[in-house]
C-alpha cells in the first residue's frame, strides 16, 4: 500500500495540463467516489494496526496534494481565460454611490456659515424644556394660546415640561450663563402640535440669532438680516420689514425678502406679491433682558427666528413639506451641496 501512495504521490507531483478535460479526468481518476485515493481510504481497514499511524499521515498528504493541484489548475485556467467570457481584473472598478446631506442640513449648515462670517457662534439647548425658558422669561402671559395643550406637546403638567415650541428658549438659557456681549445662532428641532400637511409638521427645524452688546440697534439688526438675505438668497435680494408682535420683542416685526423664483415681478410661490416672508425678528425686550439678569438700562440686543424648511422650500422650490421626512432617495439625491 505503502509503493501505491507514493507511486500516486508522484503521479499528482509531476501532474501539470491546461486542458480542462484532462484536469477534470484526473480529478475523476483519483478523487471522485470510484477514484483511486478514494479507493485506497477504503483499504485502510486492512493496513496493520503499528502501520495505521504512517500510513494515515501519507495517505492524507496525498489527498491534500491531489486536491490542491486540480484547485491550482482550476484557478490558473480561469486567469488565463480572462477576456473570453472569465473575469477580466483589468477592467475599472464599479464606482461607491456617495449619499449626499439632507437638504435641511444643507441649508442649516449655509445658514450657521453665514452668521459664522459675522462673529456669530453656534449654541444649542435642550429639545425638552420647562415653561421658563419656553414662555415665561420670553413674555408669555399665561393665558397665551402656545401654552395651550392644543399648540403644545407636554410632558409633564404642575411643574410644566414640555417639547420646546420655538428655539428662543436657546436665548434665555445663552443669557442666563454669559455675559454680554452675547452674539450668537441656535439651531434646532422643535415641535408643535399641528396636524400634518404640505405646509406644517409637528417637528421641524428653527435657527435663532441673539446679539446683545451696548447700543445695538434696529439698524445692526437689519444690516444684518440684509446681509443674510444677500448671501442665502443672492446679491439682487431686496429685504422689506413689515411691523408684527411677538412677546419677546419691542419692536417686533417680520421680514420678507423678493422673491427669487419670478425677481419681483409676481408668481405663484411669492402668490403674485413679489414677497416671501422668511423669519420674525425684533429688539429683544428689556423685560426679557432682565428676567435673565441683564442691565437693561446697559445693554440691549436684537433676536431674530427662522424656519429651516421654510428657507429650503424657498431656496429649492420644494413645494411638499413632508418630502423632508419620508427619506425618498429620489428626492434627497437631488441636493448636491459644499455644505
Ligand atoms: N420664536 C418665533 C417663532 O417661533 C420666531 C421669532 C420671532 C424669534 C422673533 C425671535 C424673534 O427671536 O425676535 O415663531
Redesign the pocket.
Known amino acids: 500500500m505503502i509503493t501505491k501512495i507514493k507511486e500516486l504521490l508522484t503521479e499528482v507531483e509531476s501532474f501539470h495540463s491546461s486542458n480542462p478535460d484532462e484536469i477534470e479526468n484526473f480529478r475523476i481518476k483519483l478523487l471522485s467516489k470510484k477514484g483511486l485515493v478514494t479507493a485506497l481510504f477504503a483499504d485502510f481497514k486492512l493496513v496493520p494496526n503499528e502501520d495505521k499511524k504512517l500510513v494515515g499521515q501519507m495517505l492524507n498528504e496525498l489527498k491534500d496534494k491531489a486536491l490542491n493541484k486540480v484547485n491550482e489548475l482550476k484557478a490558473a485556467l480561469e486567469v488565463a481565460s480572462h477576456g473570453k467570457g472569465g473575469m477580466d481584473l483589468t477592467l475599472p472598478g464599479y464606482p461607491d454611490e456617495l449619499g449626499t446631506r439632507h437638504p435641511i442640513s444643507i441649508v442649516k449648515n449655509e445658514i450657521i456659515d453665514i452668521f459664522a462670517r459675522l462673529g456669530f457662534t453656534i449654541s444649542e439647548g435642550p429639545e425638552i424644556e420647562d415653561d421658563w425658558h419656553v414662555f415665561t422669561a420670553l413674555n408669555f402671559p399665561p393665558e397665551h394660546p402656545a401654552r395651550d395643550m392644543q399648540d403644545t406637546f407636554f410632558i409633564q403638567k404642575n411643574p410644566d415640561i414640555l417639547l420646546r ?2 428655539t ?1 428658549s436657546v ?1 434665555i438659557r445663552e443669557m442666563e450663563h454669559s455675559k454680554p456681549p452675547i452674539r450668537t445662532i441656535s439651531p434646532g428641532r422643535v415641535f408643535r402640535n399641528e396636524a400634518i400637511s404640505a405646509r406644517a409638521h409637528c417637528i421641524f427645524h ?1 435657527i ?2 441673539l446679539y446683545i452688546d451696548e447700543n445695538v440697534s434696529f439698524a445692526d439688526l437689519k444690516q444684518t438680516l440684509l446681509y443674510f438675505a444677500h448671501e442665502m438668497f443672492g446679491e439682487k435680494t431686496k429685504i422689506r420689514l413689515r411691523p408684527s408682535y ?1 412677546p ?2 419691542e419692536p ?1 416685526a417680520e421680514m420678507d425678502v423678493s422673491c427669487n423664483l419670478c425677481g419681483g415681478k409676481g408668481c405663484n410661490v411669492c402668490k403674485y406679491t413679489g414677497w416671501l416672508e422668511v423669519l ?3 429688539m429683544v425686550d428689556p423685560s426679557v433682558l432682565e428676567n435673565t439678569g441683564i442691565d437693561s438700562k446697559k445693554y440691549t440686543g436684537f ?3 427662522m424656519g429651516v424648511e421654510r428657507i429650503t422650500m424657498l431656496k429649492y422650490g420644494v413645494k411638499d413639506l413632508r418630502l423632508y421626512f419620508e427619506n425618498d432617495v429620489r428626492f434627497l439625491r437631488q441636493f448636491q451641496s459644499a455644505y
Do not use: D, I, K
Open positions: 415650541t420655538h428662543s436665548q428653527q435663532e440669532g411677538f419677546f420683542t417686533s420674525g425678528c425684533g433676536a431674530f427666528g
